[in-house]
């Protein structure tokens, strides 16, 4: 059974940091690129960062370009986002997502394409 966990969310008081994993089974982990995406109250969900199967390329929404930092364990299975700076406009349920093929890169996940398997997400809570 393909599946994604996130975990990691919580409150946290603008400034803060948090770091979300998401551990994967199911799926062949590394081989693909992973994506985390987030969905804010009333809004769109939108792409966050896109890590490539070997972590040498990553891709990040300018949002949160410099503040947040995607990596992986491939022997964990695990992919992180380490958030750091929060503030209120961070404040959202987020997602991890594989894709179904490995041709898929940073950019195409960063589009939602390809995208196949998603977490049940984590909310994170920002505080002013």
């Known amino acids: 059974q393909q599946q994604l966990v996130e975990s990691g969310g919580g409150l946290v008081q603008a400034g803060g940091s948090l770091r979300l994993s998401c551990r994967a089974s199911?799926?062949?982990?590394?081989?693909?690129?992973m994506g985390w995406f987030r969905q804010a109250p009333g809004k769109v969900r939108e792409s966050v960062a896109a890590?490539?199967?070997?972590?040498?390329?990553?891709v990040y929404t300018d949002s949160v370009e410099g503040r947040f930092t995607i990596s992986r364990d491939n022997a964990k299975n695990t992919v992180y986002l380490q958030m750091n700076s929060l503030n209120s406009e961070d404040t959202a349920v987020y997602y991890c997502?594989?894709?179904?093929?490995?041709?898929?890169?940073?950019?195409?996940?960063?589009?939602?394409?390809?995208?196949?398997?998603w977490g049940q997400g984590t909310l994170v809570t920002v505080s002013s």
């Open positions: 997502a594989a894709p179904s093929t490995p041709v898929a890169g940073p950019g195409d996940v960063m589009r939602g394409s390809y995208l196949d398997v």
């Open positions: 199911g799926i062949t982990f590394s081989i693909l690129t």
């Open positions: 890590i490539d199967w070997s972590g040498d390329s990553t």
